[in-house]
């Protein structure tokens, strides 16, 4: 077989691997021969979800609990997974969380709780593994930004600056660690329709404005990231790193606005 996109025998780590996009992205991995640990912020959930992935797996997935937005708890899941499979060959930094209120109406609690889960926690995870794949001479991390990162949406601030910082964070990483062979790329999903969302595009005209902006006129799933995540770790991305990959359906492409397909004639 062609091993220009396998991804198997890797020990992959993804964080916020619970459900949605982060579970996801670990079952790809997973029924593709990867060793997978998941990570949650309580051990029961992390636990249930590495369950959920063996169905197909190659290999028996790992829970462990860890919220990363706590130092020490994230040192502590690098400590476990480094002592128990030597090394990580893929990061999938997914963990993240969001209050969509007007700017005026952000708390200081509301803002350092965004932050401190969806930016320096992916920074404090990215370091403590990025110490052995530098050391080793190899490895990828691939953060998960957003639309956001291109341009803010209304009433999300802290989200918004927080997906913009994932994009920094990933080209700085990609600069610093590329001469070690390590790579640091992101993936910015669209409209994805998972079951924290479900509820806000139920919403008829927000469904009728995601899909009608959206060029393949759909929202996006879950799976639909997989294919990107699983070529950004295999061999076939080889020289591609500090890049921010959009999977949005083709939201970024432009405006779709309701000009005439054909302008009328002069009178």
């Not at 790992?62 to 994230?74: E, F, P, Y």
């Not at 404005?209 to 990231?225: A, F, H, K, V």
């Not at 921010?244 to 779709?256: C, E, H, K, R």
Request: overall charge neutral.
């Amino acid at each position: 077989m062609d091993d220009l996109f396998s991804v198997s025998n890797q020990v992959v780590v993804v964080s916020g691997g619970t459900r949605g996009i982060g579970l996801a992205i670990a079952a790809g991995f997973a029924r593709r021969g990867a060793i997978v640990v998941v990570t949650g912020r309580t051990a029961e959930a992390a636990n249930q979800a590495a369950a959920n992935l063996r169905d197909g797996a190659l290999f028996l997935p790992l829970g462990v609990a860890c919220d990363v937005s706590k130092a020490a708890q994230v040192h502590e899941l690098a400590q476990t997974v480094l002592a128990t499979f030597e090394r990580v060959d893929v990061l999938v930094n997914v963990a993240g969380v969001n209050r969509r209120k007007p700017a005026l109406e952000v708390t200081d609690d509301d803002f350092d709780f965004i932050m401190n889960t969806n930016l320096r926690g992916a920074f404090l995870l990215s370091r403590e593994i990025g110490h052995a794949m530098v050391a080793r001479g190899a490895g990828c991390q691939i953060n998960i930004a957003s639309l956001n990162t291109d341009r803010p949406l209304k009433n999300v601030m802290p989200y918004a600056v927080s997906k913009a910082g994932i994009a920094h964070l990933t080209r700085s990483l990609a600069l610093e660690w590329g001469p070690s062979g390590v790579r640091v790329n992101a993936i910015a999903p669209g409209f994805i329709l998972t079951d924290l969302t479900r509820k806000l595009w139920a919403d008829e005209t927000m469904r009728a404005w995601g899909e009608g902006n959206t060029p393949q006129r759909r929202l996006g799933t879950p799976e639909d990231l997989v294919g990107a995540a699983i070529f950004l770790a295999s061999p076939a991305a080889a020289f591609i790193t500090g890049q921010v990959l959009y999977i949005d359906g083709g939201f970024t492409a432009g405006w779709s606005w309701p000009i005439p397909a054909v302008a009328p004639s002069p009178p």
